[in-house]
């Protein structure tokens, strides 16, 4: 398993972080080097009739598998700094892309990315000190679509007279 220390990815953060989603963006960006050079070192075999293109594009695929991998895996948590919603963006543009390549849109992707786009908005507005009722944010991305608030919660929101009469029948 790769060391959790990784390089600096951006000027003025520190190498060393316990931020999930900046450790899994900082492994991505290892994944596309290991990528761009595999696929330049392909080119040139080739180009050459060099023996071994046929490990390097193996390697090539491994390198897919894994920057595949990893930006799936910045879908299954909530960012927690403003970094981490900045790698989940990221996440959701590449997603994004990868969807309007299909013939046929992929659930999971439309989901991970409303989870990538909820839980990166979720931290700018917290940080911004934004009020998201006054500011236009919840009405632009209603609060209960996020699927990162609990779900009972956001059909006591939806529903309020449910979860009251409810409350009146218990007990």
Do not use: C
């Not at 491994?62 to 700094?81: G, K």
């Not at 989901?111 to 990538?116: E, G, V």
């Amino acid at each position: 398993m790769p060391s959790a220390r990784v390089a600096v990815a951006v000027t003025g953060l520190p190498e060393d972080t316990q931020d999930f989603h900046l450790t899994l963006g900082r492994a991505i960006a290892r994944a596309g080097d290991d990528i761009f050079r595999a696929e330049d070192e392909i080119a040139a075999m080739e180009a050459t009739n060099a023996a071994g293109a046929g490990l390097i594009k193996m390697a090539l695929d491994h390198a897919f598998d894994r920057e595949e991998a990893l930006i799936r895996a910045l879908a299954t948590a909530p960012a927690s700094s403003l970094g981490g919603a900045a790698v989940q963006l990221a996440a959701a543009v590449k997603i994004f892309a990868w969807s309007t390549m299909e013939d046929t849109p992929r659930p999971e992707d439309e989901r991970a990315i409303r989870r990538l786009m909820s839980s990166a908005l979720t931290v700018m507005v917290d940080a911004a000190g934004l009020d998201a009722e006054r500011d236009g944010v919840n009405y632009l991305a209603a609060p209960t679509t996020n699927p990162w608030r609990d779900v009972y919660q956001r059909l006591a929101d939806l529903f309020p007279e449910t979860v009251s009469e409810e409350a009146g029948h218990e007990g």
